[in-house]
């Protein structure tokens, strides 16, 4: 899957999504504005800025305004996140966990809050609504781990119906938990070529840069390179993928140091 957008598609993508998130913000700050309706535009703000913070990353891989634009998505989720991200069976039962497009949101932010060296305090932010969901998930908590160590984590995840995550993360999952670094290596370079683009058939966000409306911001495995940080891996099998954010990993190894 070949896609290169012009320079011209981004100008305008960026700038149309900068006004909307600026006509939002606007709306928050009047004084008219229903208070029931506040986190409904926080939630879509927060999503805004994820997908700006995405886009600017494919189109320019500007790693200093990602990182800026990343700290309002956690603003954002922080103060309008609530259950309605949660799933709901068909009994009208509140389960804990998330519907496909927030779980992919959480994953993306947590990931990118690794990659882009965010402060732990920020991190934090992220791992509270978590935490109060009472949302138990192996890839969330490997990647909470790998900033807060001294993390006491359940073995338990809060899996009860719908299993299209862990089916679509099976790889990753399986990597995680991987006795040498080579099988986590090949499972993750499995999931790149096989899984991450295809299992998510049913994401809003899927095939995308076939749309006539300007809406593809960029098609990234933030978890993979995320995980590839954590356990310092060889990426050097997929490293090409074009799914595989390198320059995100290379930022993150670069200040490693620092």
């Not at 998130?21 to 409904?40: A, D, V």
């Amino acid at each position: 899957m070949a896609i290169d957008f012009p320079k011209s598609y981004w100008h305008n993508y960026i700038e149309e999504l900068s006004r909307i998130i600026y006509r939002s913000q606007n709306r928050l700050t009047s004084e008219e504005f229903p208070k029931e309706r506040i986190n409904y535009v926080g939630r879509g703000l927060a999503s805004n800025y994820l997908k700006l913070t995405i886009a600017h990353y494919t189109s320019s891989k500007n790693i200093e305004v990602a990182r800026e634009s990343i700290l309002k998505v956690i603003r954002y989720t922080h103060t309008s996140w609530d259950g309605f991200w949660k799933l709901k069976n068909s009994k009208g039962k509140v389960l804990n966990q998330y519907i496909l497009s927030a779980y992919d949101e959480m994953l993306w932010t947590l990931s990118l809050t690794i990659l882009l060296r965010i402060d732990n305090s920020e991190f934090k932010k992220l791992v509270e609504i978590i935490d109060r969901d009472n949302v138990k998930d192996e890839l969330f908590e490997f990647i909470i781990n790998g900033k807060i160590s001294s993390r006491i984590s359940s073995s338990e995840e809060s899996y009860e119906e719908y299993f299209a995550i862990p089916t679509i993360f099976e790889k990753l999952r399986l990597a995680i938990k991987s006795e040498s670094k080579r099988e986590a290596e090949l499972l993750i370079k499995d999931f790149l070529e096989k899984d991450w683009y295809k299992k998510h058939k049913d994401a809003g966000w899927h095939n995308s840069h076939k749309s006539k409306n300007n809406i593809y911001f960029g098609y990234w495995s933030f978890e993979s390179a995320a995980i590839t940080c954590l356990m310092d891996l060889d990426d050097s099998d997929y490293q090409g993928n074009e799914f595989y954010p390198r320059a995100l990993v290379d930022y993150y190894k670069k200040t490693s140091s620092k």
